[in-house]
């Protein structure tokens, strides 16, 4: 289970249930997104009842085939700080944090045309729980494009949001993020942005509805290693994908190497850029996307043995070496 921006889940009771007490056998959680930790660091959790499904020696080994026999010893300190922190104070900490968003969030619903999303979401299509801690506000009805609200409240305010789309502000909180007074701070700070920033034309909301994905011709594999050209989007389509492409919000990939292209998808994705947002894979903004060159065979998927061979002597070699 990916519970990213699920690190401090366990540790209040108005909180949504974490993964582990949910059921899951394995939760990768980012610790440094909402406890506190030094930025990138992590923590994997096996679940206690996992040991059946996914032993444990089964993990450690798949972790030593990918992870550095020289880890981050800052890293590694600051989660420990993080773990001790949140378990000895962590319902303290969190119970003023959440005081402070839901002052927040009374004080927010006061501007005219602005919506703040609150639990009333739970039970709608693909929510089952509501976070407190990810403050999102809608401001389509102010006629205001919300990116330009998040640059204003950056550039004026020093207020650094998690991220903004043309109608969304979403600011992130933490687990001691109750005594700082950013709560107070963005109030404070959005009307005057609101008056600086022009009225757009406003446009309807409308669903978004998934593009069905292209027929998969390669496995993913072979698609990634084969031989590939970069072509304009446009010439893309009826082509074999050779990159992975994922609009963010919310970062679930329209394109795994070895689909197929639909007139669709590219639209679809051409339309995402244009409209401010982010296509992660897509290098260029997405004026180019990697295909399979079908004129050209794939790379071998395994090196060859006389290859393969050398590279054993050379591993044996350095481990007589390193001894």
């Known amino acids: 289970m990916d519970e990213a921006w699920g690190a401090h889940l366990a540790f209040h009771p108005a909180l949504p249930e974490h993964a582990i007490a949910a059921?899951?056998?394995?939760?990768?959680?980012?610790?440094h997104k909402s406890l506190g930790s030094l930025s990138g660091s992590a923590m994997l959790h096996h679940g206690p009842d996992a040991e059946r499904r996914l032993p444990e020696a089964a993990v450690n080994e798949a972790l030593a085939l990918t992870e550095t026999t020289s880890p981050n010893a800052l890293a590694l300190a600051s989660l420990d700080a993080a773990r001790a922190r949140a378990v000895s104070s962590g319902h303290e900490l969190l119970s003023v944090t959440l005081r402070e968003i839901a002052d927040t969030r009374s004080r927010l619903a006061e501007i005219a045309r602005v919506r703040v999303l609150g639990p009333e979401v739970v039970g709608r299509s693909g929510v089952h729980a509501f976070d407190p801690l990810r403050l999102t506000i809608d401001l389509q009805t102010t006629g205001r494009d919300a990116r330009e609200i998040a640059a204003m409240l950056n550039d004026h305010s020093g207020i650094a949001l998690e991220f903004a789309t043309d109608r969304l502000l979403v600011a992130a909180f933490g687990l001691a993020d109750g005594d700082l007074g950013a709560g107070a701070a963005l109030c404070e700070a959005l009307v005057p942005a609101l008056l600086?920033?022009?009225?757009?034309?406003?446009?309807?909301a409308h669903a978004v509805i998934p593009t069905r994905p292209g027929a998969a011709v390669l496995e993913p594999r072979n698609a990634w290693l084969s031989r590939r050209l970069r072509v304009p989007s446009a010439d893309a389509v009826g082509q074999i994908a050779a990159e992975t492409l994922s609009p963010y919000p919310p970062g679930i990939p329209a394109v795994l190497p070895g689909e197929r292209l639909t007139p669709q998808i590219v639209a679809e994705l051409r339309a995402t850029v244009e409209a401010g947002a982010v296509v992660r894979g897509a290098v260029d903004g997405l004026r180019m996307i990697a295909i399979v060159d079908a004129g050209r065979p794939a790379a071998a998927s395994q090196a060859p043995p006389g290859r393969r061979a050398v590279r054993r002597r050379r591993v044996a070699g350095m481990a007589s070496w390193s001894r």
Do not use: F, K
């Not at 059921?23 to 610790?31: K, P």
């Open 196 to 204: 600086r920033v022009p009225c757009r034309p406003r446009q309807e």
């Open 23 to 31: 059921g899951a056998d394995l939760v990768i959680s980012s610790t």
